[in-house]
């Protein structure tokens, strides 16, 4: 990789965390790597959402080392989008990278997020070159994909990719209300829909080496379901985020 990569002026990483004692360590590590290579001024925010393993100790051992990392932690699990939209409301600089806690996407590819920033780009969103995950994950993940694609009318090629790069001011502009794995989709809707232009890079996924993914789960499949046809009835078919601005 080269090792001149062009600068931005501030950078907020974000990571939701649920039960990710294992790999939350190792993501923090390699976020303060890949940020300082592409900016001097950033923060690590991490969101606990509620976990019951030692995701809180290693944290709370991780922030006393690193002063340019915050810890917001939820009483109780909340869900992967209102950890997200924590995360969001916290990070205080003007580019907001986020990507899970759980080690399947490497930070270390940030740098590569940034590279893509050319004139008349808003938002940087990674796609998946393979997905390393079970047979029927993959086979879930890929309907899921074409039918939001279909539905929504998306135009990026990986909706649940979690590894992007966003200014903050869109996402001071969109008001996200998903408590869910919905969030993506609801997220990548309102900016495409508010115009905004996205670059696409490819970027590696892993294979899960610690905890249990929550999502195939079946009262989280029920409601992420349920919150995709709320999804579908606000923003395909009462299109009520063209019409109100977020105060």
């Given at each position: 990789?080269?090792?001149?990569?062009?600068?931005?002026?501030?950078?907020?990483?974000?990571?939701p965390a649920y039960n990710d004692g294992?790999?939350?360590?190792?993501?923090?590590?390699?976020?303060?790597?890949?940020?300082?290579?592409?900016?001097?001024?950033?923060?690590?925010?991490?969101?606990?959402?509620?976990?019951?393993?030692?995701?809180?100790?290693?944290?709370?051992?991780?922030?006393?080392?690193?002063?340019?990392?915050?810890?917001?932690?939820?009483?109780?699990?909340?869900?992967?989008?209102?950890?997200?939209?924590?995360?969001?409301?916290?990070?205080?600089?003007?580019?907001?990278?986020?990507?899970?806690?759980?080690?399947?996407?490497?930070?270390?590819?940030?740098?590569?997020?940034?590279?893509?920033?050319?004139?008349?780009?808003?938002?940087?969103?990674?796609?998946?070159?393979?997905?390393?995950?079970?047979?029927?994950?993959?086979?879930?993940?890929?309907?899921?994909?074409?039918?939001?694609?279909?539905?929504?009318?998306?135009?990026?090629?990986?909706?649940?990719?979690?590894?992007?790069?966003?200014?903050?001011?869109i996402l001071e502009e969109i008001e996200?209300?998903?408590?869910?794995?919905?969030?993506?989709?609801?997220?990548?809707?309102?900016?495409?829909?508010?115009?905004?232009?996205?670059?696409?890079?490819?970027?590696?996924?892993?294979?899960?080496k610690y905890g249990v993914s929550q999502?195939?789960?079946?009262?989280?499949?029920?409601?992420?379901?349920?919150?995709?046809?709320?999804?579908?009835?606000?923003?395909?078919?009462?299109?009520?985020?063209?019409?109100?601005?977020?105060?």
């Open positions: 990789m080269d090792n001149t990569v062009r600068q931005i002026q501030s950078v907020s990483a974000v990571f294992g790999t939350i360590a190792s993501m923090v590590a390699a976020a303060r790597v890949a940020l300082s290579r592409v900016t001097d001024n950033y923060e690590i925010v991490v969101v606990n959402d509620g976990s019951s393993d030692y995701t809180a100790v290693v944290l709370d051992e991780m922030a006393a080392r690193y002063p340019e990392l915050r810890v917001i932690t939820h009483s109780s699990n909340r869900g992967y989008g209102a950890a997200l939209r924590s995360g969001f409301s916290a990070a205080i600089k003007d580019w907001v990278f986020y990507t899970d806690g759980d080690s399947q996407y490497n930070p270390l590819e940030l740098v590569d997020l940034v590279q893509a920033l050319q004139d008349g780009v808003d938002v940087v969103n990674g796609y998946k070159l393979t997905r390393n995950d079970s047979f029927l994950r993959i086979m879930i993940g890929r309907t899921y994909h074409y039918l939001v694609k279909f539905l929504f009318g998306i135009h990026i090629r990986d909706v649940d990719c979690d590894f992007r790069l966003i200014p903050r001011r996200l209300k998903s408590v869910s794995g919905a969030i993506c989709l609801e997220l990548v809707k309102k900016i495409e829909d508010a115009g905004y232009v996205f670059a696409e890079i490819p970027v590696n996924h892993y294979s899960r999502f195939f789960v079946p009262w989280r499949i029920f409601r992420t379901l349920r919150q995709i046809a709320g999804l579908y009835w606000m923003l395909v078919v009462r299109r009520e985020h063209l019409h109100t601005k977020k105060s």
